[in-house]
């Protein structure tokens, strides 16, 4: 490879080799190198980042171990380097967020287990950074996240136990943070949700036991807020004034009654997994495309299925009453799981007008009488109907699909 002067783009990846990368002198031209999906070891070369053409390296998916180091090279063109899926270790370098022209790095999946403190990188062009699944603990600096062209950040999976005031940039293009799957504690900072073009915050599996006060959050655009596995103990009402499209507040030990604020989330809302007993009216269920109240202590009459939602889980509640006899009239749910219940009376007739069912689970409940001979003419992918006092004959013939 010494006599390939002119090369400028070398793809050896998914393949079989489990060398460590030779010492050879590679070409200057080189403008991007792929090694990745192999299995390849020992440490990586410095000197392959300061290859002065190279543009793009991507080393992930392989077995490198040992501390990375990056050049100080002021007049580098490289703008995405990829190293994740190894076993490199130790502290991640602050000259690497020096490098000019970089703009996204993923080291996810290694064993990195600290930063140090980061450069003056004002003039930074990096808009996008995954650090995901390390060892990284600590304090999150709070200087990662003002750097000017930084549009996505990944840290989940680490062991971060504080998480710095995030810095008031008005000027922020900052849109996706995820800090799941960490030991964040106290409560979430509310500086975090007036960065002006955040969308989407992911907080779950973490040690959070509250939202702060928020501030004017009128001029927000935050969409996707997961605050599941967090202990939280009750609702986080500060963000009841966030426009919402996506909420996720499963498995959080809340109890008492869902507020009526709630359901102005906009698509997608899930607060299973709690100890909840109740739902206080009115609440409006029309918008929402998926609804998971699923694992609680929900008693009483089930509520009107949202018409437009793909995706219904009241499952393992002590709902008692029937199933309302107009239930599959205004339905295009394809997933409905009512199962683990006290639902009483018969399988309504209506069922079968629920054109997109494909999964209908009615099983570990009490309901009586015959199966509606029209379930089986449906498009089924699967129902389940299991552990009830269900009577007559079972039909001969099944779709195909079922």
């Known amino acids: 490879m010494t006599n390939l002067t002119q090369l400028v783009h070398l793809d050896l990846s998914s393949n079989m080799f489990t060398v460590p990368i ?61 190293l994740s899926g190894n076993n490199l270790q130790g502290t991640i370098p602050s000259s690497l967020f020096a490098l ?27 808009n996008s950074i995954d650090l995901s699944s390390n060892k990284l603990q600590g304090t999150i600096p709070s200087s990662l996240f003002a750097l000017p062209s930084l549009e996505e950040i990944d840290l989940a999976n680490n062991q971060f136990t504080g998480v710095d005031e995030f810095p008031n940039v008005s000027s922020s293009v900052l849109n996706s943070i995820d800090l799941s799957s960490n030991k964040l504690q106290g409560t979430v900072p509310s500086s975090l949700f007036t960065l002006p073009s955040l969308e989407e915050i992911g907080l779950a599996n973490n040690q959070f036991t509250g939202v702060d006060e928020l501030p004017n959050v009128s001029s927000s655009v935050l969409k996707y807020l997961s605050l599941t596995s967090c202990k939280l103990g009750v609702f986080p009402y500060p963000i009841k004034n966030l426009a919402l499209y996506d ?9 008492g009654e869902i507020p009526n604020w709630i359901w102005k989330v906009g698509l997608n809302l899930n607060l299973s997994h709690n100890e909840l007993v109740g739902m206080l009216e009115p609440y409006y269920l029309q918008h929402l495309s998926s609804l998971d109240l ?12 949202p018409p437009n939602a793909k995706l219904v889980d009241l499952s393992s509640n ?43 689970d009615l099983s570990n409940n009490t309901l009586r009488g015959k199966i509606p001979t029209c379930i089986f003419a449906m498009n089924l992918a699967r129902v389940k109907l299991r552990r009830n006092n269900l009577s007559g004959p079972i039909p001969d013939a099944f779709p195909d699909n079922c």
């Open 22 to 82: 030779p010492s050879f002198n590679m070409s200057k031209n080189l403008i991007e190198i792929d090694l990745s999906d192999n299995s390849l070891n020992g440490n990586i070369p410095s000197s392959l980042f300061a290859l002065p053409s190279l543009e793009r390296i991507d080393l992930s998916n392989n077995q490198f171990s040992g501390v990375v180091e990056f050049p100080n090279v002021s007049s580098s063109v490289l703008n995405s380097v990829y």
């Open 100 to 126: 000019p022209s970089l703009e996204r790095i993923d080291l996810s999946n290694n064993q990195f287990s600290r930063f140090v403190e980061f450069p003056n990188v004002s003039s930074s062009v990096l």
């Open 247 to 255: 909420l996720d507040l499963s498995n959080n030990q809340i109890s």
């Open 294 to 305: 699923s694992f609680n202590q929900l008693h009483g009459a089930i509520p009107i299925l």
């Open 318 to 360: 002590n709902f008692t009453s029937s199933i309302p006899s107009d239930i599959g009239n205004n339905v295009t749910a394809r997933y409905v799981f009512l199962s683990n219940n006290g639902l009483t009376g018969v399988i309504p007739e209506s069922i079968c007008k629920a054109c997109c069912l494909e999964i209908l």
